[in-house]
Nanobody, 127 residues
Framework: QVQLVESGGGSVQAGGSLRLSCIAS?????????WGWFRQAPGKEREGIAA????????KYDDSVKGRFTVSQDIARNTVYLQMTSLKPEDTAMYYC???????????????????WGQGTQVTVSS
């Protein structure tokens, strides 16, 4: 069973940056080709904000983070990153990484498409 562990969350002021990391407990190359980053603010649904397809070389972003967040991967380290810049107070949420194997590029970043989830890391942006 693959386990995912996020790190890198914290508290920053608006306009600041953070880099989240998500490391898989096992070499995911054969069992995972799709990584996603989600966030969930209190009282709101979990939303997919970024995704990367290991084999297809494709990244996807929600409009709310496009141009500010960048998802990347280091296959050798079994790690996926989310570089967040120009952070806004509305980015405050618990951030989760997720992973799965999919046969093709999907049109949306949906929680139901993922098999493995991390426990989350809190990001707080103050104005």
């Amino acid at each position: 069973q693959v386990q995912l562990v996020e790190s890198g969350g914290g508290s920053v002021q608006a306009g600041g940056s953070l880099r989240l990391s998500c490391i898989a407990s096992e070499n995911p190359y054969r069992s995972i080709n799709y990584w996603g980053w989600f966030r969930q603010a209190p009282g709101k649904e979990r939303e997919g904000i970024a995704a990367i397809y290991t084999h297809f070389g494709v990244t996807k972003y929600d409009d709310s983070v496009k141009g500010r967040f960048t998802v990347s991967q280091d296959i050798a380290r079994n790690t996926v990153y989310l570089q967040m810049t120009s952070l806004k107070p509305e980015d405050t949420a618990m951030y989760y990484c997720a992973a799965a194997w999919v046969p093709l590029v999907l049109d949306q970043i949906r929680p139901g498409d993922f098999n493995y989830w991390g426990q989350g890391t809190q990001v707080t942006v103050s104005s």
